[in-house]
C-alpha cells in the first residue's frame, strides 16, 4: 500500500473577523471569511478551497483519461461554481457544477459521446469527488467544441 501524506500550517489571529494564513508546500496565502459571509473577505476562504480542490482534481482527472484515450485535445478549461445555502443562520455547501470546454479538432457523434462518458467518468473517479459523496452533490454539465 502507498500512502501520500499532505500538511498545512495554519495561524488565526482576533475572532470571527479575524484573518488567517496556510502554508503548503506549494502554496501560502492569506484566509479569512468571505465578504458574501459578512467576513472581512481578505485571501481566500474555506469555500473557494473546497470548489478548487474538487474543481481541480476534476480537471487533472479528466485531461488523463482524454489523454489515456487518445483524443486530440486542442484547449481544455473551465468553470466551477459552489452553491452554499444559508438556513436559520446553518451554513450548508450544497452543490458544485463542473463546466468544462473541450475543444477537439474533429467532432463525430461517436465522439462527442466518447467524451461525454469520460466527462462523467471522471467525476465518478476523482479523489475530491469521491470525498465530497453524499454531502455535496457534484454535477457536470459538458461543453464540446468542434474547431
Known amino acids: 500500500m ?16 479575524g484573518t488567517g494564513n496556510i502554508v503548503a508546500n506549494n502554496l501560502n ?8 459571509m459578512n467576513g472581512p473577505g ?21 485531461a488523463a483519461l ?11 478549461s473551465m468553470q466551477a461554481e459552489g452553491f452554499v445555502d444559508v438556513t436559520n443562520g446553518v451554513f450548508t455547501y450544497e452543490k458544485i ?3 468544462p470546454r473541450i475543444v477537439v479538432q474533429n467532432l463525430s457523434e461517436k465522439e462527442q459521446k466518447r467524451i461525454n462518458r ?12 469521491k470525498a465530497l459523496k ?3 452533490q457534484i454535477t457536470c454539465e459538458v461543453q464540446i467544441i468542434q474547431e
Open 97 to 99: 457544477v463542473h463546466t
Open 66 to 76: 482524454l489523454e489515456n484515450s487518445k483524443i486530440a485535445v486542442l484547449d481544455l
Open 2 to 17: 502507498v500512502q501520500h501524506l499532505f500538511t498545512m500550517n495554519l495561524n488565526w489571529s482576533e475572532g470571527r473577523n
Open 134 to 136: 453524499g454531502n455535496v
Open 29 to 36: 496565502t492569506k484566509i479569512s471569511i468571505p465578504r458574501e
Open 118 to 129: 469520460l466527462a462523467e467518468k471522471a467525476e465518478q473517479t476523482c479523489m475530491i469527488s
Open 42 to 62: 481578505i485571501g481566500t476562504n474555506p469555500d473557494e478551497m473546497l470548489l478548487g480542490a474538487a474543481a481541480t482534481c476534476y480537471l487533472i482527472t479528466l
